[in-house]
Each structure stands twice: as structure tokens, then as C-alpha cells.
Antibody, heavy 120, light 107 residues
Framework: QVQLVQSGAEVKKPGASVKVSCKVS????????MHWVRQAPGKGLEWMGG????????IYAQKFQGRVTMTEDTSTDTAYMELSSLRSEDTAVYYC?????????????WGQGTLVTVSS | DIQMTQSPSSLSASVGDRVTITCRAS??????LGWYQQKPGKAPKRLIY???SLQSGVPSRFSGSGSGTEFTLTISSLQPEDFATYYC?????????FGQGTKVEIK
């Protein structure tokens, strides 16, 4: 069973960056395909980016290109999502979501979410 | 990008009702679609994957169907714990895209 534990809530000023972590247990990161999804208050789910196992690359949604970086530390089985040049519209709960790379299905395992608040 | 159009955006139903939610893809996605249930303050929970496969542990009153461009999530007999928001997600091609969500409320 995969478990994902995310870092705690963050409050940032406009223009700053935030880095959210997602610690994996139960499997190793190399066996998983990790994605990041966010949800603004009262809004729907929005895919930000994730690992494409067919290409072996991380794909970012166009909306976040140039502002988001998703990385993985396989020595600690921790995934990271860094979002820069924050603005108030980036206030949201950020989730990591994953499944076994070989399963080729929508992510079945989710972190608990990390609230990022952008406010001056 | 593949657009997912989910309908309705909300519905009111009573316990015991049959509920159907639809997602339409802007182009064919085979059966590369799943459904989530989300309750307030919680992470989404996968109900259905590969369009019609029931996630282990999910009650059998939930079912999914469809292929290509039209997909449905059906709750055969709505229970009190089913009042939530439901989302479809396609993973046929990148970027992955969600439907806009359907909020199921108590009538």
C-alpha cells in the first residue's frame, strides 16, 4: 500500500516561491508515477504536472510552464513541487497523487494536501 | 489538449435515488478515464478506473461505463455518505484533464 505524507501549510508573499514535499512509503519512488494537483478554494481539481513513464519525462501543464519544477529524491523517496513567482491566485491546496507506474491508471493514492496561502 | 465536459455541475437527489453523471471528452480517449469522489476538506478518493473497473473497497452501487468520448458514473441507490463532489479524469494524453465536477446535494 502506498502512503503519501505532505509537508505542512505555508504562507507566502506575492512574488515568493514555495516548495512542497511529498514523502512516499510502501513503495519506492522509482516504482511510481507522481503527479501534482491543486484546488483553489471552492474550485475544482487542476492537474499541474506529472511523470510520463512512456517518455520518462516530467510533463507540466502549459499554465504553469516556467513557474513550476517537480523533482524527486530517490534516496529519501520524497517528491517535491516548487512554484515560483507566487500570486494571490495560487492560493490553493496542493496535492501529490500517484499510482504504480505499471498500472497505467488514474492516481489512486493521494497525499493529505498542503494549503499554500499567498497574501501580502 | 483534451477537454472534459462534465454534467450536470450539480444535482439534488434523495436517498435511494439513482444518479447518473456524464463526462464527454473532446476526442476519443479509449477507456483511459476514471472517477473520483471528494468530500469537503479531504483528498479525492478513486472510485472507478479504466472507465468501468470498480476500485477495491468501493460499494457496488457505484458503476462506470463508456468508451471513446462518452462516459458515465452511476450510483444505483444514493446513500447519505454519497453526498459529495465527483470528478472525472482522463489520462489518455498529456496534459491530464479533469471534468469540472458534479456536486451531489441532498434534496
Amino acid at each position: 500500500q502506498v502512503q503519501l505524507v505532505q509537508s505542512g501549510a505555508e504562507v507566502k508573499k506575492p512574488g515568493a516561491s514555495v516548495k512542497v514535499s511529498c514523502k512516499v512509503s510502501g513503495y519506492t519512488l522509482t516504482e511510481l508515477s507522481m503527479h501534482w494537483v491543486r484546488q483553489a478554494p471552492g474550485k475544482g481539481l487542476e492537474w499541474m504536472g506529472g511523470f510520463d513513464p512512456e517518455d520518462g519525462e516530467t510533463i507540466y501543464a502549459q499554465k504553469f510552464q516556467g513557474r513550476v519544477t517537480m523533482t524527486e529524491d530517490t534516496s529519501t523517496d520524497t517528491a517535491y513541487m516548487e512554484l515560483s513567482s507566487l500570486r494571490s491566485e495560487d492560493t490553493a491546496v496542493y496535492y501529490c497523487a500517484t499510482d504504480l507506474e505499471a498500472a497505467a491508471v488514474i492516481p489512486g493514492y493521494w497525499g493529505q494536501g498542503t494549503l499554500v496561502t499567498v497574501s501580502s | 489538449d483534451i477537454q472534459m465536459t462534465q454534467s450536470p455541475s450539480s444535482l439534488s437527489a434523495s436517498v435511494g435515488d439513482r444518479v447518473t453523471i456524464t463526462c464527454r471528452a473532446s476526442q476519443g480517449i479509449r477507456n483511459d478515464l476514471g472517477w473520483y469522489q471528494q468530500k469537503p476538506g479531504k483528498a479525492p478518493k478513486r472510485l472507478i478506473y479504466a472507465a468501468s473497473s470498480l476500485q477495491s473497497g468501493v460499494p457496488s452501487r457505484f458503476s462506470g461505463s463508456g468508451s471513446g468520448t462518452e462516459f458515465t458514473l452511476t450510483i444505483s441507490s444514493l446513500q447519505p455518505e454519497d453526498f459529495a463532489t465527483y470528478y472525472c479524469l482522463q489520462h489518455n494524453s498529456y496534459p491530464l484533464t479533469f471534468g469540472q465536477g458534479t456536486k451531489v446535494e441532498i434534496k
